[in-house]
């Protein structure tokens, strides 16, 4: 199983929810752990150093994409010039692979400095990434991470929708995608994509809600997803009573 977390926020991190994060991954059989951006508060080399520890100390294999947190908002210098110099140094190449037993975890940078919260797919990560896709072996699971959702609940979100996430889906999904991880508006919920945007096959969007922030909206509270090899998805809740993340239920497929 994978653990799908996103909106971590470090900088604005809670130490009692990191505390239970690390005690949920201790307690999980986990394949990895996805981390759908927004990975610090800043994009300050010190909240990307702190996020960098806390993971690698958990002994469990672990991939990341940025979000629109994760390039300088203020510093215009660096946004400009450098956007994901801090991002580089902790973590590496913006897009990276992971292999698990079941899954094929393939990351996509979408988030631009030209763009302030929307997110952007270019015509030539269509095309990489569609053959790094491809590369995923017969009988795991192709899943991209990327910050932005593809498809959101309500019209004042759609702004921030990816420029070209429709024809990036498209392609995708021919090269064999079955699921999209995301976060950015800090609700947990899943939603498919093959009737929305025409595909060829079933493609799943996943978006999970703050892991550890104090950044929560809409009254939801913290939360991770868990992804099971048969591609089910339980959302769990940071219980306030007992400081532990707990299983609410099944967010796919869905009971209402
Ligand atoms: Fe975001």
Known sequence: MLLHLSDLHFGLEHDLITDAL?????????????????????????????????FNELGVPWIVVPGNHDIPLYHLPRRIFNPFGYYEKAFGDTEQVLETAHFHLVGVNSVSPKHHTQGRITHKQIA???????????????IILSHQPFRVLKPSQQSDVPILARDASQYWAH???????????????VLPLKEYFELSKE???????????????????????????????????FNLENNQFERLGPLWPSID
């Open 22 to 54: 690390t005690k949920l991954c201790n307690a999980l059989p986990l394949e990895a752990i996805a981390i759908s951006g927004d990975l610090t508060q800043r994009a300050r080399r010190v909240e990307f150093q702190a996020f960098h520890d806390f």
């Open 203 to 237: 493609v799943l969007d996943i978006q999970a809600g703050t892991a550890v922030s104090h950044r929560l909206r809409h009254d939801v509270p913290n939360s991770v997803n868990i992804i099971h090899p048969d591609l089910r998805v339980d959302r769990y809740d």
């Open 175 to 189: 090269c064999g995608l079955d699921a999209l991880l995301h976060g950015h508006f800090h609700i947990p919920v």
């Open 128 to 142: 990489e990434i569609g053959t790094k896709l491809m590369a995923g072996k017969d009988g795991k699971h192709r």
